[in-house]
């Protein structure tokens, strides 16, 4: 017995023989051969094996946050080809310990014939109506530089970074490995997410895995997906005492293989561990590119700008990569602001400015924006439209720069060097910018 076929949502008809629809499961296929070849690294003519696992997992129904329908398709209609498409995958994301939920973007590509039509800004305006029916507060993408800031997005948080070590800095071991690397089981995850919660101390902004979340990234992805990684518990050799985690891909990256997930548990010396996690992704490394016939080279600590690791081996790991960047949208910044309103008073209270009372304007030429506070609690976020009163500025950014210093990827210092249309008013200001949205790292790795 068959079923019958399901009937695609069309959004809407875009003229010249093409439709806008959202995706089902019956597109698994047909979405995985166009997103491998439009993806491939290596040219249309080498599809991309990983970027087609990870389509069919993303169209399986069994990633915790993205349905079978999350991908918009812009599609012909005479023979049903997939010209186009993107999808959006919901996280939720932490700043400073406050929740809020994010849209990725992801996925976007376009037949080279398709392109130049405006077809991605169509799917865009799709599906950032899709985060906000969700209660997403912001968007976030990662990819071709610069492109995204046409859609509204802004650099706004580190992406990636790290520090490489060679084999004649490797750290020698003296007696027997003090620590092992054993693969995480679903057993595994209450100690994972405490981990992590304390690891995520360090950073401004965070992404959340509840225990759905660990239970997917630990068994749900299929074994060639291209975001899959490899996560292990660390135990102390002796009395197999768990005493943090480590994850990596799957696969090698370059002529190495690298970790971007590293973290110990309370009262764990970095000291200690960080020389045998080194030794692991060396000789893992080695293992994995022998296999390809492949020259190992490098050991990677692939953690972001700033990591306790960096600091237990600098001398070990010599060559500096420094971080690309998260492209940010947040089509409410009055709405987001009052959102982490609890972490800029803490903030404030912790402050040469507690108890501050007063106004801080921001122009942003085109829009503007009001914080009004009163004894160190900000009672008042009013979004200025357009054309901006320059009387109420207390500071200036022009377009979308303010949001470099909302997450903390650079200092108002930073700013002011970059951009000469940047101004602030009086040390006042100044005090109250560097207090409220102080340069922080941040690394959020989400499951896609």
Not at 331 to 358: D, K, M, T
Request: proline share 7%; glycine share 8%.
């Amino acid at each position: 017995m068959t079923t019958a076929k399901e009937k695609p949502i069309v959004i809407r008809d875009l003229g010249d023989g093409l439709i806008l629809r959202r995706s089902s499961q019956e597109d698994t296929e047909a979405l995985a051969t166009f997103n491998a070849t439009v993806h491939s690294d290596e040219g249309p003519e080498h599809p991309d094996d990983k970027v087609a696992a990870w389509t069919r997992d993303l169209l399986s129904g069994l990633h915790p946050t993205h349905r079978p329908d999350d991908f918009t398709i812009v599609e012909e209609i005479d023979t049903g080809k997939i010209v186009s498409a993107m999808n959006l995958i919901s996280q939720t994301w932490t700043f400073e310990g406050i929740p809020f939920n994010v849209g990725r973007p992801e996925l976007i590509g376009t037949l080279p014939e398709y392109r130049k039509r405006g077809l991605i800004r169509l799917q865009f305006e799709e599906v950032h109506k899709w985060s906000a029916q969700r209660g997403e507060l912001v968007q976030a993408i990662t990819g071709i530089p610069y492109y995204y800031r046409q859609f509204g997005y802004e650099i706004g948080l580190d992406l990636g970074g790290g520090r490489a070590g060679f084999e004649p800095q490797l750290p020698k071991l003296a007696e027997n490995e003090p620590f092992f690397f054993r693969h995480a089981v679903e057993a595994d995850i209450p100690f994972l997410i405490e981990t992590a919660a304390h690891g995520a101390k360090r950073s401004t902004v965070n992404c959340l895995y509840d225990e759905i979340m660990w239970r997917y990234v630990l068994c749900g992805q299929s074994e060639k997906n291209d975001n899959r990684r490899k996560f292990l518990i660390i135990e102390r050799a002796g009395n197999d005492e768990p005493v943090g985690y480590l994850a990596h891909p799957w696969y090698p990256w370059r002529n190495g293989l690298i970790t971007n997930e590293f973290e110990l548990k309370p009262g764990v010396s970095w000291l200690e561990v960080t020389p045998s996690a080194a030794r692991y992704l060396w000789q893992t490394g080695g293992e994995m590119l022998a296999r390809q016939n492949r020259p190992r080279t490098a050991y990677t600590f692939w953690l972001g700008r700033e990591h306790p690791a960096y600091e237990a081996m600098r001398d070990a790991l010599p060559r500096i990569q420094p971080p690309e960047a998260w492209y940010v949208r947040i089509p409410n910044l009055a709405a987001f602001i009052q959102h982490i309103r609890p972490a800029l008073e803490q903030r404030l209270a912790e402050s040469i400015a507690v108890g501050y009372s007063g106004e801080l304007g921001l122009d942003f030429y085109r829009t503007g924006l009001q914080m009004i506070f009163e004894n160190g609690i900000l009672i008042d976020t009013i979004t200025i439209d357009k054309p901006s009163p320059r009387e109420f500025a207390s500071a200036r950014f022009p377009d979308l720069t303010f949001l470099h210093l909302v997450f903390g990827h650079l200092s108002l210092e930073d700013l002011l060097h970059v951009y000469p249309d940047c101004w602030f008013e009086n040390d006042t200001t100044r005090c109250l910018l560097n207090i409220l949205f102080p340069k922080r790292p941040s690394n959020p790795i989400g499951v896609t």
